[in-house]
């Protein structure tokens, strides 16, 4: 039970001496209840209301999560006054999710944070965060990108990584689109450097029951060296049409850069075992997710489109 469970708790068995039994029973209940949201609703920060924070962020608030966004400027004020708009080929939704300007606004409790922040301002997000959340906050980096986790366990303890395949778009303030539907986009996430923990699994379980399709992994490095690997590929699409990718091109470009990323022997991580606080991990190679999630993309990358445009 956490902790603000427990102090309803408390503060409730203070007062069923004074009650008649059924009292008592209905106070049992709602403890358990209590609980039980807990457990099921998570609390979330999203630092980056952009085009998958937004995403992300709406997606877990209309689940019943309990989420806020951080944004700023033209961004704040559109969320603040209209609250956000979030279209997908489904529709068109309006999301009353909270946004603050400031995280000194944030009454910080059990919340987990997610970043989603572009990765050349992960350090002042950080910096910012450090000055605000309490150093135990887990930190979610839902960014694609090597570089943002290592920069997190600078300042705090417990820092998770995301593969992120999830087609969105933020061209206006305090709109953004999702296109895929019903599958809205792949998270994977994974404890830093590697491993899993509760924390992992109920975070891959509250994306999951919004509209993601979401494991826990043990290797989230591995995976995120492979989707970088695999962005090679937006690049030559763009320059030379759709097919180009699975051609010479594409395999000269994914071969170069394998050979840039490649870890010496020396440096593998090696086999985990259980650990301080039940962290576990498979070895290096191993993976509690289902095989490689370019076999999934199929469920997100035909994306229809969002008719929906209007000018807020």
Known sequence: MSAPAQARAESAARHVSRVPDVARLALTA??????WCDAVCMAFVVVGAGAVGAVVGGRLHQ?????????????LDALRTKGL???SPDGSDMVAVPVTGDLDEIGWRNQIVLLAVKSQHT???????SLSAPATTPVVCLQNGIVNEPAALRLFADVYGVSVACPTSYLQPGMVQAWSTPVTGLLDVGRYPFGTDETCERVAQAFASATFDAHPIADIRRWKH???LSNLGNVIEALCGPTARQGRLGTCCSQKARRCCVLPESRQPPPMRTGPGGRTSSTWGGSTAPADPEGRRGRVCDAA???SRPTI
């Open 30 to 35: 709602l403890t358990a209840l209590w609980s």
């Open 63 to 75: 689940a019943g999560h309990d989420v806020t966004l951080l944004a700023r400027g033209a961004n």
């Open 85 to 87: 708009r979030l279209e």
């Open 123 to 129: 350090h002042e997000a950080l910096a910012r965060l």
């Open 226 to 228: 492979r989707k970088l």
């Open 305 to 307: 489109p969002v008719t």
